[in-house]
């Protein structure tokens, strides 16, 4: 157990509906990243809050959207659902405290669009 | 561009040794770390190391080499319960973020 919430666990959606999913990080974490893991692939980063701010995007589109709270707790939006947005979505929390900083991950919310 | 490989698949047999390689191209730096991933569930931290070298932690150590962009994991007295894809993973320099491989499945045979 890592003390990384997410919810929800499944999520079933269709084209073109909107879907927001939350993330609780672990307690004394100010970092939260969320990736997107296709079946059989790698995470793929999002991107990272940092003390509410966005501190970094990889290469998704802009209807990809997240907030990070005063709690450090984070949400990931996404509008405009395509069938490839189906995937684990997992959220990863971590202390921002040099290069040492290790992720912990929660357990993963898995999208299913029809 | 970045780029991660490591092997899709490997096989080995209960309570021998097994040892998961990883080759990366990145455009930084800043250290590499091993998840362990059941099917379905989370990443689990294994390992980290960001200086050339043997890190060991019971019956896993991982190995660094950085001028030759390479690491590898090694596990030792495989168990059935070490069935689990094993992912590398990057932090390039910028914003901290990972860039990870596909991972290796590994399969353990008794």
């Known amino acids: 157990e890592t003390g990384v919430t997410q919810s929800p666990t499944h999520l079933i959606k269709t084209r073109g509906q909107q879907v927001t999913l939350r993330c609780s990080s672990q307690s004394g974490h100010n970092t939260v990243s969320w990736y997107q893991q296709a079946l059989g692939q790698g995470p793929q980063f999002i991107f990272q809050?940092?003390?509410?701010?966005?501190?970094g995007r990889g290469n998704f589109p802009p209807r990809f959207s997240g907030l990070q709270f005063p709690n450090y707790s984070s949400e990931l939006n996404v509008n405009a659902l395509e069938l490839d947005d189906s995937a684990l979505y997992l959220c990863?929390?971590?202390?921002?405290?040099?290069?040492?900083?290790?992720?912990?991950f929660g357990p993963g919310t898995r999208l299913l669009v029809l | 561009g970045q780029n991660i490989d490591q092997p899709t698949e490997m096989t080995a047999t209960e309570g021998a040794i097994v040892q998961i390689n990883c080759t990366y191209q990145?455009?930084?730096?800043?250290?590499l770390f091993w998840y362990q991933q059941h099917a379905g569930e989370a990443p689990t931290f294994l390992s980290y190391?960001?200086l050339d070298g043997l890190e060991e932690k019971g019956r896993f150590s991982s190995f660094l080499s950085r001028s030759k962009g390479y690491s590898y994991l090694l596990l030792k007295e495989l168990q059935m319960k070490d069935s689990a894809s094993y992912l590398c993973?990057?932090?390039?320099?910028?914003?901290?973020?990972?860039?990870w491989g596909a991972g290796t499945k590994l399969i353990i045979k008794p």
């Open positions: 990863a929390s971590s202390h921002i405290a040099g290069v040492g900083e290790t992720q912990y």
């Open positions: 809050y940092y003390r509410e701010e966005e501190n």
């Open positions: 990145t455009s930084g730096f800043n250290g």
């Open positions: 993973a990057v932090r390039v320099d910028s914003n901290y973020q990972l860039i």
């Open positions: 190391n960001v």
